[in-house]
């Protein structure tokens, strides 16, 4: 590029933003998955880059290349993380509960617990007047 | 924006990166249960969907852009395929043994492969023909 337009410097910048702010947020989810406590807390700490740091580095990235292709493409990344990491976490707290690593009294409430004892209840013939 | 102040982000992102790709690992070491350890992976991976993007914002490729959607399906399948058939683990899995249970491990093993031979072949009737084979 010999002529630079005014605006390829502000989607310079804007992409350099970007991408520090998302690079920052994997940082933050490193951090916050060495040193939170349990699994659930990891879990949460991991969810940050996962979707809002990719959509901030994919939109650095988009900046940066300007072209329609490279931004379908990126957009097809974020469709794709959008779609399949609440599946996985899903997968990963429902294994995390069931093998007991989710211990009772971190949780301030919890409603899969109570939901499950009376769906055992129902299922034994007692019936909760009310309901 | 000029080519050298880009080049200074893309390095501050990059020691973020690495910072946060090192995290991830020492709790995938740590990592008490299994599904620590996929956590922890699932950071790793879009650690790297990360980098290989800064990468390609540095030098304004689009050649590298496929493998950040192959990435994002691929640490995906991980993750579930663990949580769905791993995530259940005996209580002393995750301990490394020494190499004297290695050994009896093994014996024991190799004792009972010995016994199962010993217990398909029948020995009455070892190497006789068949009944009613014609010659």
Known sequence: MDVTSPWDTVADVVSAVFLLCGAFLAFAAGVGVVRFPDLLARMHAATKPQVLGLILVLAGLSLRLRSWGAVATLLLVVIFQLLTSPVAAHMVGRAGYRTGKIGEDALVLDELTRDQDAAEREDSGEHEPGR | ?135
């Open chain 2, 1 to 135: 924006m000029s080519d050298t102040v880009y080049l200074v982000v893309v390095i501050g992102c990059a020691v973020l990166l690495a910072a946060a790709a090192s995290l991830a690992i020492v709790r995938a070491e740590r990592g008490p249960s299994m599904l620590d350890r996929t956590i922890a992976l699932d950071v790793f991976t879009t650690t790297l969907v990360g980098a290989i993007a800064l990468e390609a914002a540095l030098s304004r490729r689009t050649d590298t852009i496929p493998i950040l959607v192959v990435l994002s399906l691929v640490g995906f399948v991980g993750s579930v395929t663990i949580a769905r058939f791993a995530s259940v683990e005996p209580e002393d899995e995750g301990r490394i043994r020494t190499a004297e249970e290695v050994a009896a491990e093994d014996a024991a093993r190799r004792e009972a492969e010995e016994a199962d031979r010993d217990a398909a072949v029948d020995p009455e009737h070892h190497g006789a023909a068949p009944e009613g084979e014609v010659r």
